[in-house]
C-alpha cells in the first residue's frame, strides 16, 4: 500500500485526529496540499494531505472537524477526488466554500508554516470564526512511518544555460528594493536568483530553501539540507532573523509564520520582485526553451506513430514508461517536469489521472490522452496530445477535437496591445465549444520555467488572469474537454510571448504533429488549415 495508509485506515486516523482535536480545543483543522514552500511539488515526508486523505491531485485543502471531513479541489480534480478520498465530502475549492463549512464560533486550527499571510488574511475577515495557529501540526503526530528527509546536495547551474550571472540578478533585485531586506521564500525564485539547483524534490529542480537578501551586499540561505557552500553564500538560521532590525518585504505567499519571525521588523506585504524577474526569459532561455522543443519533438513523433500502430501491445503504464526511455536519449535530459498522464478512454476524462503498475489499462479503442514533459539543462517542457486508437466510429468525438484544436490555433495566432491580460484572449481558445455549449473547468495556459518548475506565475491564460503578458514569458496552450465517464481530450502546445510591431503575439515552441482520424476538415478555415499542415499528422 501506499505510505498514506500503510499502517492505518483512514476512517481510523479521522477518529484518532477528532480526538486530538477535541483535546486542544480545537472544533477543526485546516490541512493544505502544500508544505512550507508553497509549491506543487513537495517531499514525501511532507505530504500530509495525501496521507490523511488519499488524495494525490497538486492542489486542495482539506477540513477536519469534529462532525465531518472535507475535501476542497478545483476542477480538475473534481473526478479524481471522488475516488480517492471516500470518506471525505469534495468541495470546490476557495475561501467561501472553506467558510461555508464552519458553523458559528467555532475554532480552527492551521499550521502557520504551510498556510500563506494572504489565506489566513482572508480567512480571518469572517468574524464567526476563529482562526487559531498551531505550531504542532497534528497531522506529524499521528504520522506513522513517515518517510525520512533525504538531505541532498545544492548544484551550480551553469551561466551557458542560465544567460545572467547571480550576481547581476541580485543587483537587478536590489535596485528595486525599498526595504532593508527581502525574504524569499519561494524555491524556484531562490533557485533562479543564484542560478542553483538541486534534486530536492520529485519533477522540479528547484532547491528547498529560503533567501534573505539585503538592500546591500550577498544573500544568506535557510534550508534543513545539506549545504557545503556555493557562490560563497552563506547560511542563516530562523534564531538569527530575530536579530535583523529595519523594514523587510513580505510576499503575500509567503508562510503565515513569517509574520511571528519577523514582527520586530516593519513588515511590508508586496508582491515578490524575483517572481516576475524570473518570468521574463533572457536570450539564452529563450534559446534554450526552444533548442529543446525541437530536440524533444523528433522522439514525440516517433512515440505517437509507436502507440498508434501498436497500441494493442501497450497499457497505460507501459505506454508511459516507453516515453520516458525515448526521452531520456535526449541531449540534456534530467528527467519528467511532472508525472506523466497516460489515459485511455473515460480515465482521460480524470484531468490529472496518472497510471501506475498497481493501476493500470491495457490500451484499446477510443480516445488516448497522453500529457508529458521534461527537464532538460536548457528548459522545461510540456505537451499534450490526444490520439485516435483504432477507427473512430463516434462522429462527436471529431467535432469535439476539431473544436480544441481551432481554438488552440486562434490563440497561437493571436495579436493584442501591449498590457494585456491572459483574461482577454482565454475566450479564443474556449470559442468553438461553446458554441457547442461545451467547455472546461481549468485555465488555458499557465506559465513554465527555465529548468523550473512546469507551472509558473505570475502569467497565465485563464478567465481570472490579471496579469499583463509581457515579451520574453513562456506559456502553455491547451483547452480541452471531459465527459465523466466517457472520455478526455486535450491538446497542449508551448507558447513564447513575442513582439508583433508595437504589439504582442505567440511563437509556438512545440513541433509534434496533431492525429489526422480526428480532424473536421469541414470544420477548418485557410488560417487552421495552414497551421496543421506545418505540423504534419500522426
Request: overall charge negative; charged content about 20%; hydrophobic content about 35%.
Amino acid at each position: 500500500m501506499d505510505h498514506h495508509a500503510s499502517t492505518l485506515i483512514i476512517g481510523d486516523m479521522l477518529h484518532i485526529f477528532r480526538n486530538i482535536l477535541k483535546d486542544r480545543g480545537l472544533d477543526g483543522f485546516l490541512i493544505p496540499k502544500n508544505d512550507r514552500f508553497m509549491q506543487e511539488s513537495t517531499s514525501p515526508c511532507e505530504e500530509r494531505l495525501k496521507y490523511m486523505t488519499g488524495f494525490s491531485g497538486s492542489a486542495g485543502m482539506a477540513l477536519i472537524t469534529q462532525e465531518n471531513a472535507y475535501l476542497f479541489v478545483d476542477g480538475r480534480y473534481t473526478i479524481a477526488a471522488k475516488q480517492e478520498a471516500p470518506h471525505y465530502h469534495i468541495q470546490d475549492l476557495s475561501i467561501q466554500s472553506i467558510i461555508d463549512c464552519i458553523h458559528d464560533g467555532a475554532i480552527i486550527g492551521f499550521d502557520p508554516w504551510v498556510h500563506t499571510i494572504d489565506q489566513i488574511e482572508k480567512l480571518s475577515k469572517y468574524t464567526h470564526v476563529h482562526i487559531h495557529a498551531v505550531q504542532d501540526n497534528p497531522v506529524d503526530i499521528i504520522w506513522r512511518n513517515r518517510p525520512v528527509m533525504e538531505s541532498l546536495p545544492f548544484l551550480d547551474h551553469s551561466i551557458h544555460y542560465a544567460g545572467e550571472d547571480f550576481k547581476n540578478k541580485i543587483e537587478r533585485v536590489q535596485q528595486l528594493m525599498n526595504t532593508d531586506f527581502l525574504f524569499i521564500t519561494h524555491p524556484d525564485c531562490v533557485s533562479w536568483l543564484l542560478n542553483i539547483r538541486s534534486n530536492h524534490v520529485p519533477y522540479s529542480p528547484i532547491v528547498q530553501s529560503f533567501a534573505l537578501l539585503p538592500k546591500e551586499g550577498m544573500p544568506l540561505l535557510m534550508t534543513k539540507h545539506y549545504y557545503e557552500g556555493i557562490k560563497d553564500i552563506q547560511l542563516v538560521h530562523e534564531n538569527d532573523l530575530k536579530n535583523l532590525t529595519g523594514s523587510i518585504s513580505l510576499s503575500p505567499s509567503a508562510p503565515h509564520q513569517c509574520l511571528d519571525i519577523f514582527k520586530h521588523m516593519d513588515i511590508q506585504i508586496k508582491p515578490d520582485i524575483v517572481t516576475q524577474l524570473k518570468s521574463i526569459k533572457n536570450s539564452v532561455e529563450l534559446k534554450g526553451a526552444t533548442s529543446c522543443h525541437q530536440r524533444e519533438g523528433d522522439i514525440l513523433k516517433d512515440f505517437l506513430r509507436i502507440i498508434k500502430k501498436d497500441y494493442k501491445h501497450y497499457t497505460e503504464w507501459s505506454a508511459s514508461e516507453l516515453l520516458s526511455k525515448m526521452r531520456g536519449t535526449i541531449d540534456l535530459y534530467q528527467g519528467p517536469s511532472f508525472e506523466t498522464i497516460s489515459a485511455i478512454n473515460d480515465n482521460g476524462a480524470i484531468i490529472h489521472y496518472r497510471p501506475s503498475k498497481n493501476h493500470d489499462r491495457p490500451l484499446c479503442d477510443g480516445l488516448y490522452l497522453i500529457d508529458s514533459g521534461g527537464q532538460y539543462l536548457d528548459g522545461t517542457t510540456d505537451v499534450t496530445r490526444t490520439l485516435a486508437l483504432g477507427e473512430v466510429t463516434n462522429p462527436f468525438h471529431k467535432t469535439v477535437y476539431t473544436a480544441i484544436l481551432k481554438g488552440m490555433i486562434d490563440l497561437s495566432y493571436a495579436i493584442f496591445p501591449k498590457g494585456t491580460t491572459g483574461s482577454y484572449i482565454d475566450i479564443l481558445a474556449r470559442r468553438y465549444l461553446f458554441e457547442l455549449g461545451l467547455d472546461y473547468p481549468h485555465g488555458t495556459g499557465h506559465g513554465v520555467g527555465s529548468y523550473l518548475n512546469v507551472h509558473e506565475g505570475p502569467q497565465s491564460v485563464s478567465k481570472y488572469s490579471n496579469v499583463p503578458l509581457e515579451e520574453g514569458m513562456l506559456l502553455s496552450n491547451e483547452p480541452g474537454y471531459y465527459k465523466e465517464g466517457d472520455f478526455g481530450i486535450r491538446i497542449e502546445n508551448m507558447m513564447r510571448v513575442v513582439a508583433k510591431g508595437e504589439f504582442l503575439g505567440f511563437e509556438t515552441l512545440t513541433k509534434v504533429p496533431f492525429d489526422r482520424d480526428l480532424i473536421d476538415d469541414n470544420l477548418l478555415s485557410t488560417d487552421h488549415c495552414q497551421f496543421i499542415n506545418e505540423y504534419g499528422y500522426v
